[in-house]
């Protein structure tokens, strides 16, 4: 169901307000250039600033633009269990074909607790979720033997992971814990060639956001064995993925996007702020780089 290039979506505001009509407009681009699914609400699309209501509408309006031309894989993590159920319920009720799910972030839990926040979610939904692993911002680490223990307890029902520790051993580790159907996706675009190399399928990704057609172009490359101009590609956007973290994200991608498509709102929501000088230098300069301005 998921590999390719998927953009992490930015979640664009005016006037302290979500922006619908921007966001159909950048999700209607994001299929025109080749993205193979849609991830609202993720870490890029400010959910953790999001009202509850916002959060479902986003996922809705995703939803309702793509009109099952690609998949959208909606963002339904919380630190609280019973809210990450009733995200995965509005996820199914808009429309989503498959769920995000990183595990509790702040609360610290255990491996034990890990596999009973998933264990409760599983239960509450028939839809499909992907695990998200991502310790630098939720400080727990879902341990490659949970994760296959949560892929046993319940099977079919994890399609893979979204791999963000940063750690390329783990793609060879999961896929000996949790099999080779098990889906991996990068979470950092600067290691998906890497990544890809030890045996995922892809990448939920930032730069995608604002370079979806060479994103795209890159997976495909990869996927069709055409490895010189996978190799190409990831050194012509691989200034891009470090500038998008030049900065606290989603500054950079908002400012980015600001760029490549004139008009398009570069709003964020505090604790949020605009990128530096330095930060939008950086960008400017991976910009022409990757031949986007």
């Not at 599983?122 to 033997?145: C, E, F, K, M, S």
């Not at 956001?209 to 590609?233: H, I, K, S």
Request: one cysteine or more; proline letters at 6%; glycine letters at 8%.
């Amino acid at each position: 169901m998921f590999s390719g290039s998927i953009p992490a979506l930015v979640t664009p505001f005016r006037n302290g307000s979500f922006a619908e009509r921007d966001y159909r407009e950048l999700v209607e681009w994001q299929i025109a250039e080749g993205s193979s699914a849609l991830v609202p609400c993720g870490t890029t699309g400010e959910a953790a600033t999001l009202t509850k209501d916002e959060h479902f509408e986003v996922v809705r309006i995703c939803a309702d633009q793509a009109k099952g031309r690609v998949k959208v894989l909606a963002g339904a993590g919380s630190n609280d269990t019973e809210v990450a159920i009733a995200n995965v319920h509005a996820a199914t009720f808009s429309g989503a074909d498959a769920v995000l799910m990183v595990p509790p972030y702040y609360n610290r839990p255990s491996q034990e607790g890990i596999f009973r926040h998933f264990e409760a979610v599983v239960h509450a939904t028939d839809l499909p979720i992907v695990l998200y692993n991502v310790p630098g911002r939720t400080v727990t680490d879902i341990q490659p033997a949970t994760m296959a223990r949560i892929v046993e307890a319940f099977p079919g029902r994890f399609l893979g992971v979204k791999d963000a520790t940063g750690q390329l051993a783990r793609v060879t580790e999961q896929r000996a814990a949790c099999g080779t159907d098990f889906v991996q996706l990068s979470g950092n675009d600067e290691t998906a060639l890497a990544f890809n190399a030890m045996g995922g399928v892809g990448c939920i990704s930032v730069t995608a956001n604002v370079a979806p057609r060479l994103c795209a172009e890159f997976q495909a490359a990869w996927a069709l064995g055409d490895n010189a101009r996978a190799l190409a590609l990831h050194d012509r956007l691989f200034p891009l993925h470090l500038a998008m973290f030049s900065d606290a994200s989603p500054g950079p991608v908002k400012y980015a996007l600001g760029k490549v498509r004139p008009g398009f709102p570069v709003e964020l929501r505090l604790p949020m702020t605009e990128p530096s000088d330095a930060s939008r230098a950086a960008i400017d300069a991976a910009l022409a780089h990757a031949g986007l301005i």
